[in-house]
């Protein structure tokens, strides 16, 4: 055997889509098991997986080659980038084809022909041109076919793909392929088509070619495969498949030799900024002008610590050279604030005083002493990453408008990749197996958002799931299957906010495709982009935003620039001390509320710790209640040194802060503060124990150089080691929190208007519609139904009434919703059956709007309206006018608790009552208390019930599994605790019921109240 090393150079990835089934990852570690020095990455137009591939490959020594297998003229064909130029041009290819049709991309030979140069074709597969036209058995016209990617693409350019995969006619067409490379002088390559890593991988291939094609494994299908050869297979391998063609082999080592490293990574692609108002100047130098001025805006008395900090920061963007991310930041924010966008910018950018004075965060990182080095340092030498929120209904303006400021060929959005879950993979392999939809649904339900691969610890793991269907052995196929495509993306998509803007054509860099949007978007994700050369900007979307601005410009008519929230107002503070925050950002959720109860926040100090606080980290790094008692007087805040009094005293001596623990390392230790921020990053990541050791000691020596002794050292890194890890950024706390503080205001003081603009930009937050309608009242506000004369598209607010609108109508459409309007408009509706008969709505429309009670002012009883609704749309449709005939009652309307539930199902709320309402009698009976009454009494022991509200499991310090779920009843919220061994005696009736009785003790710690369940049981009639 030939002692010429073989390299494979079509190999498809997850990147495939559908037609790849093993990882990047698995590949080169195979490759690099077995001495293979290069390889290649052909996944069909797409290069989502280059940069990984590369980087991968680099470490373990081998020689990435970077391709694709691509359409031309409806037939495949392989292409491999031999230099930079080639992959330039392999991504302008790809551009081109996608642009046409993202689902089914092709290109013509015109297409193809300027972008050849750097380029290697193979011929291709079976589904290839010339391959396709030998087993039609015309070696003349294959023959021409040849010659015609040569004269594309140079005749050195060309080689003869050869594939032996024991298919019916293979024999023959490997002959016909050698005789065409004999007449042509056209050299060989062999490959393998790899679609797995090895032939017992192939049953997972096969499945996922049917998700892709749509099928089962009972059906055939041209791209399902009749064997599972096209695994990676070894040299000795291929050698013994191409014994008779050794030139193949030869062929593959040749194009390895002449393909080069065709990707740079880590250079600086970010375009150059200008402004009119520049004059000539530098980017840095008119960054400095407008921080500078920014600064006496915000400042006005510019004292020698302000001068001195932002000196020091525009010292660092200086040398880091990003003045220009800065200012093109700058420039959007200046769009937005001209055109009354909503914004503010959140994240660790508010560490910077220069962000704070270009208004690009409104955090004043001097005023709070945060350290800039959280978010830029020259020791990292890292890009910078700002976050700007948006108003959500108006993000899209402002990243049109970078389309327009920088060009198409020049802005993209950040891709981003579906991938498989336990669900999705569940819902997939499921149906390709053959499984109908309600064994779908079935083996889907309440199953939580986990990795496909932990599905069996899930299933054993989790008491609710004892009696689910896939504990049945005829699922474990199933469960173990969906394990293999764990994480494998499904789908390309657009990243929900990051943009990037290039000062070359991004096509030269990535290829584009289009979204279902239509907008631009790069095949990298947020996770890439920056090894490309590439910074992302992240312009997102916040709905909370958009409904604070629909509050103070709609109902309340503020002026525009003007806020009507007025800062330490002591209602507002006394609202949060209550706990009672539903709808409030970041302070709503059940931990959330209990907090404010305990804590009695009364500055934005304490609402900046709440953010922080409830958080997976600082509850099981246990920062909560000792956070809690300092802040109440109950303990004193203790320091192991003086120097770090200053530092903790505003969280009363505990770590709770990102920014502490630099400040830490860098005030005990000696460290600069990019060398503190690095400690920081290194610890978060719970390294090895040996790694923890090296910086520990690193730590004391430091600190004994800053005379601090060896034990007291030794005591503050134990200390930040075990918060490090759990640490929130305070900048970006604090950014959250001014946000929090201004729905806090607006929900005290107008809360018509703000739960009507919370309604009216659904889905966001933790609890649904009804909930919000329930607090509403509560508060006094009115809730007006859905009336076809008076509701509006969206829900309306005044003085103390809120009005349901027409968005709430699930399956309604924006153009359905504008043509009644219109219609009301020219004339009022007079009936069920005028309606009808003047809107083009379908009848499930205008069913949904009689059960949500739209028609109550011309007949109470909805059966009796459902029944003259059919037809009227049978007389609408036969072009039939009939006189209106009088309602008949003869029909009985729906009882009245049925009448609820399907108002409910067609609003997703109830503008009347509760569904408790029609319990509380029974519930009486049985000695089961309003949740009002229990938070009003003293009782220790209570029975209550109510509508379970998103019942979750949290992690804990202990480890142990504790549920927490809110009980809604007419009169509130009753947040429930249910320890470990209660959770496994009740597991199914918790997340199997929509309605629950709990009996148990009472928890009173200040204003918060919560029971600790022992009983469970379903609440039925």
Same mark, same amino acid.
């Given at each position: 055997?030939?002692?010429?090393?073989?390299?494979?150079?079509?190999?498809?990835?997850?990147?495939?889509?559908?037609?790849?089934?093993?990882?990047?990852?698995?590949?080169?570690?195979?490759?690099?098991?077995?001495?293979?020095?290069?390889?290649?990455?052909?996944?069909?137009?797409?290069?989502?997986?280059?940069?990984?591939?590369?980087?991968?490959?680099?470490?373990?020594?081998?020689?990435?080659?970077?391709?694709?297998?691509?359409?031309?003229?409806?037939?495949?064909?392989? %292409?491999?980038?031999?230099?930079?130029?080639?992959?330039?041009?392999?991504?302008?290819?790809?551009?081109?084809?996608?642009?046409?049709?993202?689902?089914?991309?092709?290109?013509?030979?015109?297409?193809?022909?300027?972008?050849?140069?750097? *380029?290697?074709?193979?011929?291709?597969?079976?589904?290839?041109?010339?391959?396709?036209? *030998?087993?039609?058995?015309?070696?003349?016209?294959?023959?021409?076919?040849?010659?015609?990617?040569?004269?594309?693409?140079?005749?050195?350019?060309?080689?003869?793909?050869?594939?032996?995969?024991?298919?019916?006619?293979?024999?023959?067409?490997?002959?016909?392929?050698?005789?065409?490379?004999?007449?042509?002088?056209?050299?060989?390559?062999?490959?393998?088509?790899?679609?797995? #890593?090895?032939?017992?991988?192939?049953?997972?291939?096969?499945?996922?070619?049917?998700?892709?094609?749509?099928?089962?494994?009972?059906?055939?299908?041209?791209?399902?495969?009749?064997?599972?050869?096209?695994?990676?297979?070894?040299?000795?391998?291929?050698?013994?498949?191409?014994?008779?063609?050794?030139?193949?082999?030869?062929?593959?080592?040749?194009?390895?030799?002449?393909?080069?490293?065709?990707?740079?990574?880590?250079?600086?692609?970010?375009?150059?900024?200008?402004?009119?108002?520049?004059?000539?100047?530098?980017?840095?130098?008119?960054?400095?002008?407008?921080?500078?001025?920014?600064?006496?805006?915000?400042?006005?008395?510019?004292?020698?610590?302000?001068?001195?900090?932002?000196?020091?920061?525009?010292?660092?963007?200086?040398?880091?050279?990003?003045?220009?991310?800065?200012?093109?930041?700058?420039?959007?924010?200046?769009?937005?604030?001209?055109?009354?966008?909503?914004?503010?910018?959140?994240?660790?950018?508010?560490?910077?005083?220069?962000?704070?004075?270009?208004?690009?965060?409104?955090?004043?990182?001097?005023?709070?002493?945060?350290?800039?080095?959280?978010?830029?340092?020259?020791?990292?030498?890292?890009?910078?990453?700002?976050?700007?929120?948006?108003?959500?209904?108006?993000?899209?303006?402002?990243?049109?408008?970078?389309?327009?400021?920088?060009?198409?060929?020049?802005?993209?959005?950040?891709?981003?990749?579906?991938?498989?879950?336990?669900?999705?993979?569940?819902?997939?392999?499921?149906?390709?197996? !053959?499984?109908?939809?309600?064994?779908?649904?079935?083996?889907?339900?309440?199953?939580?958002?986990?990795?496909?691969?932990?599905?069996?610890?899930?299933?054993?793991?989790?008491?609710?799931?004892?009696?689910?269907?896939?504990?049945?052995?005829?699922?474990?196929?199933?469960?173990?299957?969906?394990?293999?495509?764990?994480?494998?993306?499904?789908?390309?998509?657009?990243?929900?906010?990051?943009?990037?803007?290039?000062?070359?054509?991004?096509?030269?860099?990535?290829?584009?495709?289009?979204?279902?949007?239509?907008?631009?978007?790069?095949?990298?994700?947020?996770?890439?982009?920056?090894?490309?050369?590439?910074?992302?900007?992240?312009?997102?979307?916040?709905?909370?935003?958009?409904?604070?601005?629909?509050?103070?410009?709609?109902?309340?008519?503020?002026?525009?620039?003007?806020?009507?929230?007025?800062?330490?107002?002591?209602?507002?503070?006394?609202?949060?001390?209550?706990?009672?925050?539903?709808?409030?950002?970041?302070?709503?959720?059940?931990?959330?509320?209990? #907090?404010?109860?305990?804590?009695?926040?009364?500055?934005?100090?304490?609402?900046?710790?709440?953010?922080?606080?409830?958080?997976?980290?600082?509850?099981?790094?246990?920062?909560?209640?000792?956070?809690?008692?300092?802040?109440?007087?109950?303990?004193?805040?203790?320091?192991?040194?003086?120097?770090?009094?200053?530092?903790?005293?505003?969280?009363?001596?505990?770590?709770?802060?990102?920014?502490?623990?630099?400040?830490?390392?860098?005030?005990?230790?000696?460290?600069?503060?990019?060398?503190?921020?690095?400690?920081?990053?290194?610890?978060?990541?719970?390294?090895?124990?040996?790694?923890?050791?090296?910086?520990?000691? *690193?730590?004391?020596?430091?600190?004994?150089?800053?005379?601090?002794?060896?034990?007291?050292?030794?005591?503050?890194?134990?200390?930040?080691?075990?918060?490090?890890?759990?640490?929130?950024?305070?900048?970006?706390?604090?950014?959250?929190?001014?946000?929090?503080?201004?729905?806090?205001?607006?929900?005290?003081?107008?809360?018509?208007?703000?739960?009507?603009?919370?309604?009216?930009?659904?889905?966001? !937050?933790?609890?649904?519609?009804?909930?919000?309608?329930?607090?509403?009242?509560?508060?006094?506000?009115?809730?007006?139904?859905?009336?076809?004369?008076?509701?509006?598209?969206?829900?309306?607010?005044?003085?103390?009434?809120?009005?349901?609108?027409?968005?709430?109508?699930?399956?309604?459409?924006?153009?359905?919703?504008?043509?009644?309007?219109?219609?009301?408009?020219?004339?009022?509706?007079?009936?069920?059956?005028?309606?009808?008969?003047?809107?083009?709505?379908?009848?499930?429309?205008?069913?949904?709007?009689?059960?949500?009670?739209?028609?109550?002012?011309?007949?109470?009883?909805?059966?009796?309206? %459902?029944?003259?609704?059919?037809?009227?749309?049978?007389?609408?449709?036969?072009?039939?006018?009939?006189?209106?005939?009088?309602?008949?009652?003869?029909?009985?309307?729906?009882?009245?608790?049925?009448?609820?539930?399907?108002?409910?199902?067609?609003?997703?709320?109830?503008?009347?009552?509760?569904?408790?309402?029609?319990?509380?009698?029974?519930?009486?009976?049985?000695?089961?208390?309003?949740?009002?009454?229990?938070?009003?009494?003293?009782?220790?022991?209570?029975?209550?019930?109510?509508?379970?509200?998103?019942?979750?499991?949290?992690?804990?310090?202990?480890?142990?599994?504790?549920?927490?779920?809110?009980?809604?009843?007419?009169?509130?919220?009753?947040?429930?605790?249910?320890?470990?061994?209660?959770?496994?005696?009740?597991?199914?009736?918790?997340?199997?019921?929509?309605?629950?009785?709990?009996?148990?003790?009472?928890?009173?710690?200040?204003?918060?109240?919560?029971?600790?369940?022992?009983?469970?049981?379903?609440?039925?009639?």
């Amino acid at each position: 055997m030939s002692s010429t090393p073989f390299v494979h150079l079509h190999l498809h990835s997850p990147y495939s889509f559908l037609d790849g089934a093993s990882s990047i990852s698995a590949y080169l570690e195979r490759a690099a098991q077995w001495g293979m020095p290069a390889l290649a990455l052909t996944d069909h137009h797409n290069l989502s997986g280059a940069v990984e591939f590369q980087k991968t490959a680099k470490k373990l020594g081998i020689r990435p080659i970077l391709g694709a297998e691509i359409s031309l003229a409806k037939h495949h064909i392989t %292409l491999l980038a031999e230099n930079n130029l080639g992959y330039e041009n392999l991504c302008r290819l790809l551009t081109r084809a996608l642009a046409k049709d993202r689902h089914n991309p092709d290109l013509t030979w015109d297409e193809l022909a300027p972008h050849t140069q750097g *380029l290697i074709a193979l011929s291709g597969c079976r589904r290839s041109l010339v391959n396709r036209l *030998l087993l039609l058995r015309q070696p003349d016209a294959a023959r021409d076919a040849l010659e015609k990617l040569k004269a594309y693409f140079g005749p050195r350019q060309v080689y003869i793909e050869m594939i032996h995969s024991y298919l019916p006619q293979n024999r023959y067409l490997l002959e016909g392929l050698q005789v065409l490379s004999e007449q042509t002088n056209t050299p060989t390559a062999a490959t393998n088509n790899v679609h797995y #890593l090895a032939k017992e991988d192939f049953p997972i291939h096969d499945l996922l070619t049917c998700v892709r094609t749509k099928t089962t494994l009972e059906d055939l299908h041209p791209e399902r495969s009749m064997n599972g050869e096209n695994y990676f297979a070894s040299t000795a391998e291929m050698q013994q498949r191409f014994a008779r063609y050794p030139q193949a082999l030869q062929g593959t080592w040749e194009i390895a030799q002449r393909c080069q490293e065709s990707l740079p990574l880590d250079r600086s692609l970010f375009p150059r900024f200008s402004h009119p108002d520049m004059n000539g100047q530098t980017a840095g130098g008119f960054l400095e002008d407008l921080v500078w001025q920014g600064a006496r805006n915000r400042y006005g008395n510019l004292n020698q610590t302000i001068r001195q900090r932002l000196q020091h920061e525009l010292h660092i963007i200086r040398s880091l050279d990003v003045a220009d991310y800065f200012l093109a930041v700058w420039d959007i924010v200046q769009f937005a604030k001209g055109r009354g966008i909503a914004w503010a910018g959140r994240g660790s950018a508010a560490d910077s005083a220069a962000a704070y004075c270009l208004e690009l965060t409104n955090v004043d990182a001097i005023g709070r002493n945060l350290l800039f080095e959280r978010f830029l340092s020259l020791e990292r030498s890292q890009t910078p990453d700002i976050d700007i929120d948006f108003d959500a209904g108006r993000r899209d303006e402002v990243a049109d408008y970078v389309y327009r400021r920088y060009g198409q060929d020049y802005t993209a959005s950040v891709c981003t990749f579906s991938t498989y879950h336990a669900r999705s993979a569940l819902r997939d392999f499921g149906r390709a197996l !053959g499984l109908n939809s309600a064994e779908l649904r079935a083996i889907t339900a309440h199953i939580p958002h986990a990795p496909a691969d932990a599905l069996p610890h899930v299933l054993q793991s989790m008491p609710e799931l004892r009696q689910h269907p896939l504990q049945h052995p005829k699922y474990q196929r199933l469960v173990h299957l969906c394990a293999a495509i764990n994480g494998f993306p499904r789908h390309i998509g657009t990243h929900l906010g990051g943009m990037v803007i290039c000062g070359r054509p991004l096509w030269s860099v990535s290829p584009l495709q289009p979204s279902a949007k239509g907008v631009a978007i790069l095949q990298f994700d947020k996770d890439t982009i920056e090894d490309l050369g590439l910074i992302k900007l992240d312009l997102l979307s916040l709905r909370t935003l958009a409904a604070v601005q629909q509050v103070e410009q709609g109902f309340l008519q503020a002026p525009n620039g003007t806020s009507p929230v007025v800062y330490d107002d002591p209602a507002t503070y006394a609202m949060l001390q209550r706990g009672d925050t539903v709808g409030v950002f970041q302070l709503e959720s059940p931990a959330q509320r209990s #907090l404010q109860g305990r804590l009695h926040s009364e500055t934005m100090e304490d609402i900046i710790a709440s953010v922080a606080l409830i958080r997976p980290g600082p509850i099981q790094g246990d920062m909560v209640h000792p956070f809690i008692r300092r802040r109440r007087g109950e303990e004193p805040a203790s320091y192991i040194h003086p120097k770090l009094e200053p530092i903790l005293k505003k969280t009363y001596g505990v770590v709770l802060y990102q920014e502490q623990v630099i400040a830490i390392a860098t005030e005990i230790a000696g460290f600069t503060p990019g060398e503190a921020d690095r400690l920081r990053r290194v610890m978060s990541k719970f390294r090895s124990h040996h790694e923890m050791e090296a910086i520990g000691t *690193l730590f004391r020596q430091r600190a004994a150089e800053q005379g601090i002794d060896d034990a007291t050292a030794a005591e503050i890194f134990s200390y930040i080691q075990g918060y490090a890890g759990y640490g929130f950024c305070e900048a970006h706390a604090a950014a959250f929190a001014d946000t929090a503080y201004k729905t806090a205001y607006l929900l005290e003081h107008h809360p018509a208007q703000f739960y009507a603009a919370l309604l009216n930009h659904q889905p966001m !937050g933790f609890y649904p519609p009804n909930t919000l309608c329930l607090q509403a009242r509560l508060r006094g506000v009115t809730i007006q139904p859905l009336d076809i004369a008076k509701s509006e598209a969206i829900c309306s607010a005044g003085g103390g009434w809120l009005r349901i609108g027409l968005n709430q109508v699930r399956g309604l459409t924006d153009h359905q919703r504008q043509d009644i309007l219109t219609q009301r408009e020219q004339q009022p509706f007079t009936s069920l059956g005028d309606f009808i008969h003047r809107t083009a709505l379908h009848q499930d429309n205008v069913e949904a709007l009689v059960l949500a009670g739209a028609f109550d002012r011309f007949s109470t009883n909805r059966r009796s309206l %459902l029944w003259d609704c059919t037809r009227h749309i049978k007389e609408r449709r036969s072009a039939l006018v009939m006189e209106e005939p009088a309602i008949h009652h003869t029909i009985e309307d729906f009882p009245a608790l049925e009448r609820w539930v399907r108002e409910y199902q067609a609003l997703g709320l109830s503008a009347n009552g509760h569904i408790l309402d029609f319990y509380r009698s029974q519930l009486q009976k049985q000695g089961a208390l309003t949740g009002a009454e229990i938070r009003a009494g003293k009782q220790q022991r209570v029975r209550t019930a109510g509508l379970v509200i998103r019942p979750h499991r949290p992690p804990t310090r202990s480890g142990r599994v504790v549920v927490f779920l809110t009980l809604e009843d007419e009169t509130g919220l009753m947040d429930a605790t249910i320890f470990e061994s209660v959770y496994h005696r009740y597991a199914q009736v918790i997340f199997h019921h929509p309605l629950l009785v709990v009996e148990g003790s009472v928890l009173r710690d200040g204003a918060a109240v919560s029971v600790t369940a022992d009983r469970i049981w379903p609440l039925k009639l």
